[in-house]
């Protein structure tokens, strides 16, 4: 298929060479997405073509996102990829988290299974194989800590350089740690999330270095793998819904992407209802929902779940459009529903990072609320791996965690670490209590 960059605001469609490094259309400055022509393989032999290469032992047939490029816009580049066999991430049943959410069932699709441990790696494979497709030799974005540690392996395994913006004091040592470890050059910045991407934005510009965060639509096209794969793990039939937690909106873009694209060319033929959520702190989607009007950023946004720290996300309208289209909706989350749905998660012998369990609390009110039924099928992505946050964890257990207002955040469902002796009879002694 023939892939070209065209805007995605209506009135202005205009259209853009693949291989040209902009994000924002250059005659109104909209955001930015790939569009497909021309001639196509049909979908039951893509079907199966795609089934057959996961007994291959070649990394861009193992890939789960490379594995699906018929779909992708690198006709002929696919050799290029920078892999490092991302995607796979396992469908797991969680019966005690269904029963928690008001569900019969509930399955999560895990992205922390991902090699850096969360769902950017499935973008970020991309973003970087474009960045050898346009040789640029430095990548910047700034990150509330995923994408940067994604980002910094990647650009290693191609030898570029990687250099990382993040807001300091605001991101977890777990991701802060991976950037440092996998070699990105890493600028701790006195700025939230949303000032530091205008920052790097101008910097990006000034010194040529191309940007690997949301914005870049190869990203999102990446990350349209994550629903390609959900499908073909069960075999193309849609469930209900599928919840995700929003933050910068480039998830739900590209899940929203990915399911038109999959309904256009005759893959599915159902559209499944998206469901975001959002941490109370940093809700602004979910009011732009409520309100119908434009969005209208939180200056100052706040949630224990750092990772959707964000109060301006730039991928606003591209999310608006894909929640609109699936017929889908956007709640918030209190923190303490955030951490008491995170261990409920890590009972079930899951365990996921903060942004992660915002689906589980989600879903919980979204049942209660008539607008999931308890019987619908509903896939939940997991969007981080449990150890990103160990603090966290070590806070809410310990009863020591508190939420951005300084309030103590209850631990419902604590397990407490026990001191105890090094004298096996006062062990057995509780342990027959
Ligand atoms: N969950 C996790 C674990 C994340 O890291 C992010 C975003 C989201 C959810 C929200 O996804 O932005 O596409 O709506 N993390 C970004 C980062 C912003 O810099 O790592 P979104």
Known sequence: MLAELACFEQRCRARFPIDEAIYNCTYCGGLLEVVFSGPRAEAPSLKKAWRTRRTSNEIVEQSGVWRYRELLPFDGHHHQAVSLR??????????????????????????????TGSFKDNGMTCGVTQAVRLDRQRVACVSTGNTSAS??????????????????????????????????????????????????RVLADRLGIYLLNSINPFRIEG?????????????????????????????????????????????????????????????????????????????????????????????????????????GVVEKVSEQEIADAKAVIGQCGIGCEPASAATL??????????????????????????????????????????????????????????????DAGAIAKMLEE
Not at 87 to 107: E, I, Q, V
Not at 304 to 316: E, N
């Open 361 to 422: 609390a989600g879903i919980q009110k979204l049942t209660e609320a008539g607008t999931i039924r308890s019987d619908e099928d509903v896939v939940a992505v997991l969007t981080g791996n449990v150890l990103k946050d160990s603090d966290y964890i070590y806070r809410y257990h310990t009863g020591q965690l508190k939420d951005p207002d300084g309030c103590q955040i209850e631990a419902r469902f604590g397990n407490r670490p026990i001191v105890v002796p090094n």
């Open 151 to 200: 980002m910094a392996a990647y650009a290693s395994a191609a030898q570029l350089d990687s250099i990382v913006f993040i807001p300091h004091g605001n991101i977890s040592y777990g991701k802060l740690a991976q950037a440092l470890e996998y070699g990105a050059r890493t600028f701790q910045v006195e700025a939230n999330f949303d000032q530091i991407l205008a920052l790097v």
């Open 223 to 327: 990350q349209k793998t994550i629903i390609f794969e959900m499908l073909d793990q069960r075999d193309w039939n849609p469930p209900d819904w599928i919840v995700l937690p929003g933050g910068n909106l480039g998830n739900t873009s590209a899940f929203g992407k990915a399911l038109r694209e999959l309904c256009q060319f005759g893959f599915i033929h159902k559209l499944p209802r998206l469901a975001v959520i959002q941490a109370e702190g940093a809700a602004p989607f979910y009011e732009l929902m409520k309100t119908k009007t434009d969005l209208r950023s939180v200056p100052e946004p706040h949630t224990l779940a750092t990772a959707i720290r964000i109060g301006d996300p730039v991928s606003w309208r591209k999310a608006l459009h894909e929640v609109t289209v699936t017929n």
């Open 86 to 115: 991302e995607g796979n991430t396992p469908l797991l049943s969680a019966p005690r988290a269904a029963r928690y959410g008001g569900l019969d069932h509930l399955t999560f699709k895990h992205q922390g299974f991902n090699p």
